[in-house]
């Protein structure tokens, strides 16, 4: 089966969560970075300029046989199936999915401040973001992660919902955000050890070795520093 990836040359978490257990699960695929101006080109007909079609004109989209699929949960379900970091169990998968949903929740949240101009506003909405909705979710996470008591969101191994909040974790920890601490997650001891758990997986640095070592994306200027620990 062809897979292929398409996103923007950066290690966001929407992209992580699928080019991760395909790399961990020595699974071939095309990992796609668009340049710049592929971005104008896609927005502007919905396909790159091979004819991939980019439904929502949004990214990632991963293709398949040919064929696009869009939406990261999709994909990341896609790609945790084909890794085997999807469990097959209904609820397992329901609790899989739950975490990426919320994953997806923390990013829309953060994506308001990202959009607004005014730098007075920005920085009230991002301490606003710091001391209650994000404070918040990191605590009922915290709080998944204690009641399934292994280390992992769901079951014993890592899932791809694992994935997902570390890569999420390690956006924030970078401390691109202005205005959210680096260290907002610190206080939350089984966050902290998940991210950091792995991120000293040998396969997670060779990855991380490998795509996060460099400091210019195709969407301009961009500087990579996801630590390994937090
Ligand atoms: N609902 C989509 C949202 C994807 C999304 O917002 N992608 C961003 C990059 S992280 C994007 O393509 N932004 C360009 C745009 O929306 O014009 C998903 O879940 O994948």
């Avoid at 996470?141 to 997902?164: C, H, P, Q, R, Y």
């Avoid at 040998?202 to 520093?225: F, L, Q």
Wanted: charged letters at 25%; one cysteine or more.
């Amino acid at each position: 089966m062809h897979i292929k990836l398409i996103y923007f040359d950066m290690p966001f978490w929407r992209a992580e969560v699928a080019r991760l257990p395909l790399f961990l699960s020595n699974i071939e695929f095309e990992d796609f970075r668009i340049t710049s101006d592929d971005n104008r080109y896609l927005k502007e007909h919905g396909a790159l300029r091979d004819g991939t079609s980019i439904p929502f004109r949004q990214l990632p989209v991963l293709v398949l046989e040919g064929q696009s699929i869009a939406q990261t949960g999709a994909i990341a379900r896609i790609c945790g199936k084909v890794s085997g970091m999807y469990p097959e169990d209904m609820i397992e998968a329901g609790r899989v999915d739950q975490i990426i949903d919320t994953v997806t929740d923390i990013n829309e949240l953060l994506n308001p401040s990202m959009l607004e101009n005014d730098p007075t506003i920005k920085k009230q909405m991002r301490i606003e973001l710091s001391n209650g909705a994000l404070t918040q979710y990191f605590g009922y996470l915290e709080e998944l992660l204690k009641s399934n008591n292994s280390g992992w969101f769901v079951g014993n191994e890592m899932t791809i919902a694992d994935i997902a909040v570390w890569s999420m974790l390690g956006w924030i920890a970078q401390g691109v955000l202005d205005d959210i601490p680096k260290d907002l997650s610190k206080p939350f001891k089984r966050l902290t050890h998940l991210y950091n758990d792995i991120s000293k997986q040998p396969d997670v640095r060779e990855w991380k070795k490998m795509t996060y070592a460099y400091e210019k994306s195709s969407i301009g200027e961009y500087n990579y520093h996801v630590p390994d620990s937090i």
